[in-house]
């Protein structure tokens, strides 16, 4: 309830972009660092993820969309093995905010069935999170494939997780290595 309350005063004072970015990520942050110390337990930072997460969506769901002509059409998903949920559902507000338009797949959704979304959609942007977690798997080899299938989008991989070498990266993809880059670069277009 005390949660509640203080999100709520601070949308209501700050508006929910900035609750998110000046109050929400920061106690993220700690929290995660709480968790890494094991002074939290999972379960205890899953329910405030849930919490979040049911925010977000509220907030979305008030998004009146009256995409302008030079609105973008944008895919986002989470792969196979990726979690991080809420970042993905921050960017989809984000967009949506700005008047883009944005098919939302969710998680754990195969190149298979992203590829067959694409065909009907053909989005300006397909949009997608690889973290630590995700990197047990060959990153490089699923990055070209995302290149190769999807060559009419650029592909933007927000907290890229590549190995200390320079990554070379396809033409068609972007990296976004902090929420300010991805800021920065969704604020441009």
Same mark, same amino acid.
């Given at each position: 309830a005390k949660f509640n309350h203080i999100i709520s005063f601070n949308i209501e004072n700050l508006g929910f972009e900035k609750t998110m970015l000046q109050i929400i990520y920061p106690f993220?942050?700690?929290?995660?660092?709480l968790w890494l110390a094991g002074s939290v337990k999972p379960? $205890? &930072?899953n329910f @405030?993820?849930?919490?979040?997460?049911?925010?977000?969506?509220?907030?979305?769901?008030k998004i009146q969309l009256n995409p302008s002509p030079d609105?973008?059409?944008?895919i986002l998903y989470l792969p196979e093995g990726e979690? $991080? &949920?809420?970042? @993905?559902?921050?960017?989809n507000y984000i967009l949506k905010s700005r008047g883009h338009q944005v098919i939302y797949l969710g998680q754990n959704i195969s190149l298979l069935d992203l590829a067959c979304v694409y065909k009907i959609q053909q989005p300006d942007y397909i949009f997608t999170m690889l973290t630590q977690e995700f990197s047990r798997q060959?990153?490089?080899s699923y990055v070209n494939g995302l290149s190769e299938s999807f060559t009419k989008c650029q592909i933007l991989l927000a907290n890229y997780v590549f190995s200390d070498e320079d990554p070379d990266v396809p033409m068609n993809v972007?990296?976004?290595?902090?929420?300010?880059?991805?800021?920065?670069?969704?604020?441009?277009?």
């Open positions: 993220l942050e700690k929290l995660g660092l379960v $205890q &930072e @405030m993820t849930h919490l979040i997460s049911r925010k977000i969506i509220v907030a979305i769901d609105s973008r059409k944008f979690h $991080q &949920e809420l970042t @993905m559902l921050f960017i060959p990153i490089r972007s990296l976004l290595n902090s929420l300010s880059e991805c800021m920065l670069f969704l604020n441009a277009i």
